[in-house]
């Protein structure tokens, strides 16, 4: 006797699992059974396929003929930070540029300054609401970025509260130390970086991944080069913001750190992109970041996946550069701006979203795999990048347990 019964599911999306992330062609390969169900025992799944009559379970849940998926893996937020920036859209409105604004002492500065007003109790509340919206939409992983403190006391508070998000929810997260996010003012670059890469060491006790803003007024190559070579000799694995504005060489440095995925990526170069389809590094494209700074150039997503690399989706949720935590609607963005397929852009939010952040056993429902399940109210699983701006998750299960209807 099985724990879980799902049936009656018209449509059932299974992207493929593998070693390494979806690459190039393979990406645009997903499994669809129509009139399927699956079955989950103790948290795992032990079957997903046809509908057969060989299963018995406790309890059993009828789909109603509607889609079902492994829930959304979500590779890249800020979603741990305080206050917001909305006054940044009058800016916007003049014309005034997202660099320029940082320049000024705004942007991510601004929110440094909120953040480190911020208690542990305040930030762990607010973070809340956003990843309690992320559930709702069908999410149960998340990767979650410090980056907002610049300084001892506030970079490790913003990776406690990280941390004790994944305690009082039941999800999954990975946590990424991003000391290197900004030069405070006033301070030298080089003796700042110095500083955070002094604090890799306490970081490592909270987080999984060493993350750097790498970009023009920000940090040189030289220096996160440096950076990423300190956290790869502490045991980090790391993680790039890279040639999101200017096409500053953040990939191929990437690449050459072995980094588990290198994101944003609109200024990427040609070379870059080559570079990308040889290794086994996860381009997570945020392509919301697009949209919300009002940019015209997106990145090379059919470049990067016709030229055999490795492409994942993100909303990367933060209060300046894209202020949504609705990963279906970076889907319908991927689909109408990046010119991905549906199927390109499902194996983009769960298998290779899951790889992006080294979380094996999610984003796919293999037997044995966590049985972390969406049922979508969509009548196939394109309808849900193509009607936008809306929820479309039903009911989520974390580990085969209803947990948001
Ligand atoms: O990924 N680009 C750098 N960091 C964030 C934005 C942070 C902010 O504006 O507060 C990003 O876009
Ligand atoms: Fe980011």
Redesign the pocket.
């Known amino acids: 006797m099985n724990d879980l019964i799902i049936k009656n599911i018209k449509s059932l999306i299974l992207p493929k699992k593998s070693d390494g992330p979806l690459k190039g062609a393979e990406m645009d390969e997903l499994e669809i059974i129509d009139d399927a169900m699956i079955v989950v025992d103790d948290g795992k799944v032990v079957y997903a396929g046809e509908t057969s009559d060989e299963y018995d379970a406790s309890e059993v849940v009828d789909a109603g003929g509607r889609v079902a998926s492994p829930a959304l893996v979500e590779p890249h937020t800020?979603v741990v930070h305080g206050g917001s920036r909305e006054h940044e859209m009058a800016l916007k409105r003049q014309g005034v540029d997202y660099l320029k604004i940082l320049e000024q002492g705004g942007?991510?500065l601004n929110?440094v300054e909120q953040t480190r007003k911020a208690t542990f109790d305040e930030l762990l509340e607010k973070a809340s609401t956003n990843i309690t919206r992320m559930i709702q939409h069908g999410v149960l992983t998340v990767e979650s970025k410090s980056g907002y403190g610049l300084d001892r006391e506030n970079e490790l508070k913003q990776l406690k509260v990280s941390k004790a998000l994944e305690e009082k929810f039941p999800i999954v997260m990975r946590h990424t130390y991003l000391g290197p996010?900004a030069i405070p003012k006033g301070r030298n670059a080089d003796e700042f970086m110095d500083e955070m890469i002094a604090l890799l060491d306490e970081a490592k006790d909270y987080a999984d991944f060493a993350d750097v803003?790498t970009e023009t007024g920000v940090f040189t190559v030289e220096q996160s080069r440096k950076y990423m070579e300190a956290a790869r000799e502490k045991g980090f694995r790391v993680k790039i913001?890279a040639d999101?504005i200017d096409p500053l060489g953040g990939l191929e440095l990437a690449i050459e750190q072995d980094a588990v995925s290198a994101d944003?990526l609109v200024a990427a170069s040609e070379e870059g992109k080559k570079q990308l389809a040889e290794s086994d590094t996860v381009a997570v494209l945020?392509p919301g970041?697009t949209f919300y700074l009002g940019k015209e150039k997106y990145a090379d997503a059919r470049g990067m996946i016709d030229g055999g690399g490795a492409v994942s989706l993100a909303t990367?949720y933060?209060?300046?550069?894209?202020v949504t935590d609705n990963l279906q609607m970076i889907m319908a963005i991927a689909a109408l701006k990046l010119k991905m397929t549906p199927n390109e852009i499902w194996n983009a939010v769960t298998v290779n979203a899951a790889h992006a952040i080294d979380a094996p056993d999610r984003g796919t429902l293999e037997v044995g795999d966590a049985a972390d399940i969406v049922i979508w109210d969509a009548p196939n699983h394109e309808y849900i990048p193509y009607h936008y701006g809306v929820n479309h998750a039903y009911q989520v299960f974390a580990d085969g347990r209803l947990l948001y209807e």
Not at 318 to 322: L, Q, R
Request: hydrophobic share 20%; glycine share 12%; proline share 6%.
């Open positions: 800020h942007g991510i929110t996010h803003f913001h999101e944003h945020l970041t990367d933060n209060p300046g550069s894209c």
